[in-house]
T-cell receptor, first 115, second 114 residues
């Protein structure tokens, strides 16, 4: 039972380069989310997706692009990386969107450094 | 805009102590409140989920309470152990149009010393 995985786990890139972070879940959860975690800010939602081909912006979407062609995958792309995007990125999934009982299941995170 | 605040930001206690972590939120229109645990370099693990209609949830040595009207929650850890050392995050679930999102506090970093 692989659950939710992220790749790569660590990435160093340079300013201006395009970077794609991968997220894969094996539960067939409808909802998937991308967060970034920064010291002093906590976890902030970047984008989320309710189903394949349905995505929406979160709190801090600028500079990021997402797609969801398959239910199990939710890649996050930094089109032109900036130093301010240095962060730890977490992917999460949830079986249903609105529910008093649903939680989100988190991947192990990707630590991205932009030089 | 929902804001979630956790106090204290850090806490250091000797093994065996009972302790309380606090969480407050500004908008009471929530679906649920959740407490997560995060170990260094790892992802988040859900500990307890309290539905908006509930007052508390318990799991082992953990007990979480929710007072939605006052916008407060507490996580009580009984007989703390060194293995409880981690960062504890509080998050509220809210939304409309058929789906919800989580808003997180910045966490309380707990260190339990032997």
């Amino acid at each position: 039972d692989a659950g939710i995985t992220q790749s790569p786990r660590y990435k160093i890139t340079e300013t201006g380069r395009q970077v794609t972070l991968m997220c894969h879940q094996t539960w067939s959860h409808s909802y998937m989310f991308w967060y970034r975690q920064d010291l002093g800010h906590g976890l902030r939602l970047i984008y989320y997706s309710a189903a394949a081909d349905i995505t929406d912006k979160g709190e801090v979407p600028d500079g990021y692009v997402v797609s969801r062609s398959k239910t199990e995958n939710f890649p996050l792309t930094l089109e032109s990386a900036t130093r301010s995007q240095t962060s730890v990125y977490f992917c999460a999934s949830s079986p249903a969107g609105t529910s008093a009982v649903d939680t989100q299941y988190f991947g192990p995170g990707t630590r991205l450094t932009v030089l | 805009k929902q804001e979630v605040t956790q106090i204290p930001a850090a806490l250091s206690v000797p093994e065996g102590e009972n302790l309380v972590l606090n969480c407050s939120f500004t908008d009471s229109a929530i679906y649920n409140l959740q407490w997560f645990r995060q170990d260094p370099g790892k992802g988040l693990t859900s500990l307890l989920l309290i539905q908006s209609s509930q007052r508390e949830q318990t799991s082992g040595r953990l007990n979480a309470s929710l007072d939605k009207s006052s916008g407060r929650s507490t996580l009580y850890i009984a007989a703390s152990q060194p293995g409880d050392s981690a960062t504890y995050l509080c998050a509220v679930s809210e939304g409309d149009s058929g789906y919800s999102t989580l808003t997180f506090g910045k966490g309380t970093m707990l260190l339990v010393s032997p």
